[in-house]
């Protein structure tokens, strides 16, 4: 690590923010995960489907800006639970496109905000050179805390192989 040169209340400000935001998250998802029953991960899923069914899994993968087994995984859940549907695509057998079922829609009609959701809008209602900055400096701490290599998987979702 590099030499501390940061004054403390500096440090100590950041350390603040962080907390917050953490708290935030956790408790917006705990919220939505008692009312749902489903994880924030999952709730950010069918939110997009609702917007627009996927036409593959990785189109699904931009979209929530992960990789292709982490979704996966999530789709895979919310089909056990009726929540989503797989269908062959109409211009590509090889392709899978992702929908939201009826049962799926009731649901997102009823539940309140998602993590995802509020952090994308607050990041989207930030001034571009703001969140240019936030971005580079946000990779620039990820990086010194030595997490560069681990997945970007969803908020609170384990991992492609984890659970919930």
């Known amino acids: 690590m590099g030499a501390n040169t940061n004054p403390p209340e500096v440090v100590g400000r950041a350390l603040v ?9 956790r408790t917006t998802a705990v919220s939505v995960e ?3 029953g489903l ?7 069918l939110q997009l489907l609702l917007q627009a069914p996927a036409e593959s899994m990785n ?18 859940r919310l089909e056990a639970k009726g929540l ?4 062959a695509s109409a211009t590509d057998a090889r392709r899978t496109q992702v ?19 509020r952090l994308t809008h607050a990041l989207a ?3 571009p050179s703001s969140l240019e900055l936030l971005a580079t400096e946000l990779n620039n701490l990820v990086a010194l ?19 919930n």
């Open 84 to 87: 989503v549907a797989r269908l």
């Open 59 to 76: 189109d699904l993968a931009d979209r929530t800006s992960t990789d292709q087994s982490s979704v996966s995984v999530v789709v895979s």
């Open 125 to 127: 209602c930030m001034p």
């Open 34 to 36: 008692r009312e749902t």
């Open 145 to 163: 805390l030595g997490a560069g290599e681990e997945p970007a998987t969803l908020i609170f979702e384990d991992d492609a192989t984890g659970s």
């Open 99 to 117: 929908v939201i079922t009826n049962d799926g829609i009731s649901l997102m009609h009823r539940k309140p905000p998602t993590v995802q959701q």
């Open 39 to 45: 994880s924030t991960a999952q709730t950010f899923v």
């Open 17 to 25: 923010s962080i907390r917050r935001l953490v708290r935030t998250l």
